[in-house]
């Protein structure tokens, strides 16, 4: 929902690299069409409000260090209550990470699993813990290695959303991508 | 359901809280609810009692009647103040219904100290039950008061007495996290760790020296030792991934703690120091909220081993766990009673409400102490008589306290903030 736009964009960039050289993703400098190319989910707004003319004509940098590419803007999978299983929806946001990481060795990530603020702040600690490792084993599936993930937990104790209610709890299910070289 | 009170109690416990408030901005202790049958006891102020800047009988008197085994009967109006056994007029307090009766006196002392001195009487038999004699400082006046009513308890009860003990918290002020240390009844707390990250999971060492806790400071959790006698602190655990729920072994030499550094959160023993790492469960699933068994022999956990997460018992040396709860889809937050014959936990309820709940290892019913909803974290006093937890008033982190039977209910609030995380600690050794 509030990642239409970019999820589109991504869902494109993605179909633009897989057709062309994946050793060098962070080449993509041709302009690739962002929306017209994919149908947006149904329930979603339509493609006419969501892309920028902008973006239709830069494509992405695919550099986490970057903050136009959404690498560096999507980083975060949000999960259902009690679930721990990445949905579909987040899919090409973890391929994307996974894709970058397989081209850059040397790169690390920390990916931190977060819940909502029901239930034991340790059991939240271990349930954010397999939120953080099922985004890793998709990861690693793609072919990024062991090495370049560490997996931790916040639980509840860092909730993006301070509110109570279930929109504050949906928010707070997340597993968040952190590349090492982040500015704090 | 429990409010019946006379009205000298009422009074007496709001001047009490109205004192404890202006004492100190801390931890506030409001009384909802007592016991079904109460003690009678009188508690004559202390002759020679009016010079000392804290009286030790209100000190006694809010312990006896926090405890909620105790009736407060009026000792107003008492002329002149019985301060050895011959001043005892018994008609007098048989007439006000107590059976028993707190007389003593303080005088100070050539070296600017106090002599305290206390003896409990039976009404009835019109006898001395016991009484001790203390030479203290001012400062030491409230730590006197709460030996006093631990030895009035233990005689009256035949239970251990616990307010000479401290429990453990942690607060939130904004982004502004303590780890703080108070006495039982909720004074003289002091900050051991202020961090602006999270601090969870404290846990006491059995000789009441040592904290073990987890702190977010270095953007994960790690498991820290922490001296409360100079402060320094130890990592007792960073490795890969998260570090968390640390509890002690009772000999205070091992620590469980939960680890994912070989993949999902399994329970590992380590000393204390953080060496001798060796893996306890071995699951594919959650294993975690550790704590031993007062005999060091098993430890109890929460494990969704079996599709929800639930509490299992194995042996120290490790073998197949034993599930301990089945009434439910969540049941977290194990803890040992201090005799080891039942166990403390969180069960969510229907609604999706979280209880405090009791299980006897013999009979494996569990029973629901409390109603409140949002209950986290029980943890028993070492005499296993009440059991501490963190809950919620109109959205803000308090503590309270239920009996082991139900009945007996405190609530411990802040001024301002939030407080979480509850550990009581253990008897005074000293004592």
């Known amino acids: 929902m509030k990642n239409v736009l970019l999820t589109s964009a991504l869902i494109a960039v993605l179909a633009g690299c897989a057709s062309t050289d994946t050793q060098k993703p962070a080449d993509v400098t041709e302009a690739k069409p962002v929306a017209p190319s994919v149908e947006p989910t149904p329930q979603e707004k339509p493609p006419t409000v969501a892309v920028p003319p902008k973006s239709t004509v830069t494509g992405d940098p695919l550099d986490p260090y970057n903050p136009a590419s959404m690498l560096n803007k999507q980083r975060s999978v949000y999960f259902d209550y009690d679930s721990t299983a990445v949905k579909d929806e987040y899919k090409p946001l973890v391929t994307a990470h996974a894709r970058y990481l397989t081209s850059n060795r040397a790169q690390k990530i920390v990916i931190e699993g977060n819940t909502d603020e029901r239930g034991s702040r340790e059991y939240n600690i271990a349930l954010g813990q397999r939120r953080a490792d099922s985004v890793k084993q998709m990861m690693t599936l793609l072919g990024v290695q062991e090495g370049q993930i560490e997996t931790i937990s916040f639980g509840e104790e860092k909730p993006r959303a301070k509110g109570h209610d279930e929109s504050a709890f949906s928010e707070n299910r997340r597993s968040d991508i952190r590349y090492a070289g982040d500015k704090p | ?431």
């Open chain 2, 1 to 431: 359901m429990h409010n019946k009170k006379p009205l000298y109690i009422r009074l007496f416990l709001l001047l009490w809280l109205a004192s404890i408030s202006i004492a100190h901005a801390q931890l506030k202790i409001e009384i909802t609810g007592f016991g079904s049958s109460q003690l009678p006891i009188a508690i004559a102020p202390l002759k020679g009692e009016e010079a000392l800047p804290q009286k030790v009988t209100e000190v006694v008197a809010a312990d006896l009647a926090r405890s909620g085994v105790f009736k407060i009967i009026d000792s107003g109006g008492v002329n002149p103040l019985p301060a050895e056994p011959a001043d005892v007029q018994y008609p007098v307090w048989k007439t006000r219904g107590a059976n028993a009766l707190v007389i003593g006196s303080v005088t100070p002392t050539a070296s600017g100290n106090w002599d305290v001195r206390f003896r409990l009487m039976d009404v009835l038999k019109e006898s001395q039950l016991t009484g001790f004699a203390y030479q203290v400082s001012t400062a030491q006046l409230r730590g006197t008061a709460h030996k006093i009513a631990d030895a009035i308890y233990e005689k009256l009860t035949g239970d251990v007495g616990v307010f000479s003990t401290r429990i453990t918290y942690i607060t939130k002020n904004g982004t502004r996290f303590e780890l703080q240390v108070a006495d039982a009844d909720g004074y003289g707390a002091q900050t051991v760790l202020a961090s602006n990250e999270p601090i969870i999971s404290p846990a006491w060492a059995p000789d009441g020296t040592r904290l073990a806790y987890v702190s977010f400071e270095r953007k994960k959790p790690i498991v820290y030792v922490q001296s409360l006698v100079n402060g320094q602190r130890t990592v007792a655990a960073n490795f890969k991934g998260s570090n968390s729920a640390p509890a002690w072994s009772p000999d205070g030499r091992r620590l469980a703690v939960v680890l994912t550094k070989d993949g999902n959160s399994q329970i590992y023993l380590m000393n204390a120091d953080g060496s001798n790492v060796t893996r306890l469960t071995n699951s594919s699933t959650i294993d975690t909220e550790p704590n031993f068994s007062p005999d060091g022999q098993y430890v109890i956990f929460t494990s969704d081993r079996g599709g929800s997460p639930q509490i299992y018992r194995v042996a120290v040396g490790g073998g197949a766990p034993e599930r301990l709860t089945f009434d439910g889809s969540y049941n977290v937050s194990p803890r040992y009673a201090p005799d080891g014959k039942s166990f403390v936990f969180i069960q969510r309820t229907g609604g999706g409400r979280f209880s405090v709940v009791t299980q006897t290892f013999a009979s494996k019913q569990p029973q629901s102490l409390t109603e409140n909803g949002v209950d986290e974290s029980p943890t028993f006093a070492p005499n296993g008589r009440m059991i501490l937890y963190a809950t919620e008033v109109k959205g803000r982190g308090i503590l309270a306290a239920v009996s082991s039977d139900g009945r007996v209910r405190q609530r411990l609030s802040m001024e301002a903030g939030d407080v979480r995380e509850p550990a009581w600690g253990p008897l005074n050794r000293s004592q």
